[in-house]
């Protein structure tokens, strides 16, 4: 009895593209920090819509009184029926689904009378550079994303010394008020970094971390500032602003495999997987957008 693939040799290349995708996200991948520096990778998955669960609590942490020293608490006429900690919190966690939000397809074909290379290597070399392009399209819906669940957002009206400052400090501020833990790092458009390097404040004699000749900054009002390409943000907005490490990445890998071709002498290269992103909710209140409304400065959406 015949196979659906009509008997033609199959080979899956799951394992080897899931690391890959791995290693390239750790490297390549522009928001790496905001899910952490790691992308969650499956391989083997079912077509279905739920990526994995995830244990959430929404009960706050209770800060209770002094430990109480009195008598009858948990002793004398209390014993049994009191206690000196205060009120106790029941902790139950809750299974949250985490849905997949998009997919991602590659399509290649390998002739033996063309490629001009040993096949095996021409099928390690697509991979890679697959798993390269693949990031591309990573980077921009995660780009998406940060700009869909920033739970804060600023305006600047233009590039100005005095406007960037104050736009620096205002979310200085912010970020002491909502007692973020971390560093922020602040995600900007290439015209916007240029700004904060040319800024007056930022020179070795305040002691800013920057390099004029290499036209790097590396902090700014005690924000980490890194420059990433316009096409990542979305028309007018020009600075994505996060705590770092608060935030999840995955993908599932469906299939990633070299099938015999009945229209050529090789074989076809083909992967197919989905993926997406979360963040809790309280998590939302760290992340942070600007946008510029200052005409032609906030680009175009990418």
């Known amino acids: 009895m015949s196979t659906a693939n009509q008997n033609q040799p199959v080979r899956s290349y799951q394992p080897q593209f899931k690391q890959l995708l791995q290693a390239v996200f750790r490297t390549q991948a522009y928001f790496r920090d905001f899910f952490g520096g790691e992308i969650e990778a499956l391989d083997g998955v079912q077509h279905n819509e739920t990526a994995f669960y995830v244990k ?9 009184s002094a430990y109480n020293k009195d008598a009858n608490t948990a002793f004398g006429t209390g014993t049994g029926n009191s206690t000196r900690f205060g009120p106790r919190t029941e902790i139950i966690y809750t299974d949250t689904p985490v849905p997949y939000r998009w997919e991602w397809v590659f399509h290649e074909g390998i002739d033996r009378h063309t490629v ?17 392009a693949k990031m591309k399209l990573f980077d921009t819906k995660h780009a998406e994303f940060i ?21 620096f ?11 973020a833990i971390g560093q922020p790092v602040a995600k900007v458009r290439p015209e916007f970094y240029n700004a904060i390097v040319d800024h007056p404040i930022v020179n070795s004699a305040k002691g800013s971390s920057v390099n004029i000749e290499r036209n790097q900054v590396l ?30 990445a995955f993908t599932g890998i469906n299939t990633a495999r070299t099938i015999e071709s009945e229209d050529f002498d090789g074989v076809a290269l083909q992967g197919a997987g989905k993926a997406g992103e979360f963040i809790l909710e309280d998590n939302k209140l760290a992340v942070a957008k600007v946008t510029y409304s200052g005409g032609s400065g906030g680009g175009v959406e990418g």
Not at 56 to 64: A, F, L
Not at 119 to 132: G, K, N, P
Not at 169 to 179: F, H, S
Not at 227 to 247: C, H, M, S, T, W
């Open 116 to 132: 001009n290379n040993d096949m095996q290597a021409a099928i390690a070399d697509r991979l890679d550079l697959q798993a390269q």
């Open 169 to 179: 400090n205002d979310l200085a501020t912010y970020y002491t008020n909502i007692e």
């Open 219 to 248: 902090m700014f009002k005690d924000f980490a500032i890194q420059r990433v390409p316009d096409r990542l943000f979305k028309q007018n907005e020009i600075a994505y602003i996060y705590i770092p490490g608060i935030a999840k």
């Open 147 to 167: 700009s869909s669940v920033a739970g804060h957002s600023e305006t600047l009206a233009d590039y100005s010394e005095d406007a960037v400052l104050k736009l």
């Open 56 to 64: 959430t609590s929404d009960i706050p942490v209770v800060v209770g």
